[in-house]
Nanobody, 127 residues
Framework: QVQLVESGGGSVQAGGSLRLSCAAS????????MGWFRQAPGKDREFVAA????????QYADSVKGRFTISRDSAKNTVYLQMNSLKPEDTAVHYC????????????????????WGQGTQVTVSS
């Protein structure tokens, strides 16, 4: 089993930055593809970004491309989401997710494709 714990959320003004962290425990996630999703009140959970198990490939939602950066530190068993130029529409609970990725091509961009989830961290952006 993989346990994921997100941190780093908070309240910022539009244009500000936050860095989310997702710490894994239970087992190493070095062979896992990792993703970030978010869910605003009354909306479906949506894809934000994903990174391949070896860090060689990343993918972003169009809405965050150029503003967010996903990265991972295998030594710390942690994945990060650097969020810059935040907008009010980025307000949501942000979740990290993991799935085994060594024998898969590409990354997953839909929630059902991931096996493990964190509890989420709230990001609130005010205008």
């Amino acid at each position: 089993q993989v346990q994921l714990v997100e941190s780093g959320g908070g309240s910022v003004q539009a244009g500000g930055s936050l860095r989310l962290s997702c710490a894994a425990s239970g087992r190493t996630v070095s062979g896992y593809d990792m993703g970030w999703f978010r869910q605003a009140p009354g909306k479906d959970r949506e894809f934000v970004a994903a990174i391949k198990w070896n860090g060689a490939y990343t993918q972003y939602a169009d809405s965050v491309k150029g503003r967010f950066t996903i990265s991972r530190d295998s030594a710390k068993n942690t994945v990060y989401l650097q969020m810059n130029s935040l907008k009010p529409e980025d307000t949501a609970v942000h979740y990290c997710a993991a799935r085994p990725g060594v024998f898969r091509t590409g990354v997953a961009v839909t929630a059902p494709e991931y096996d493990f989830w964190g509890q989420g961290t709230q990001v609130t952006v005010s205008s």
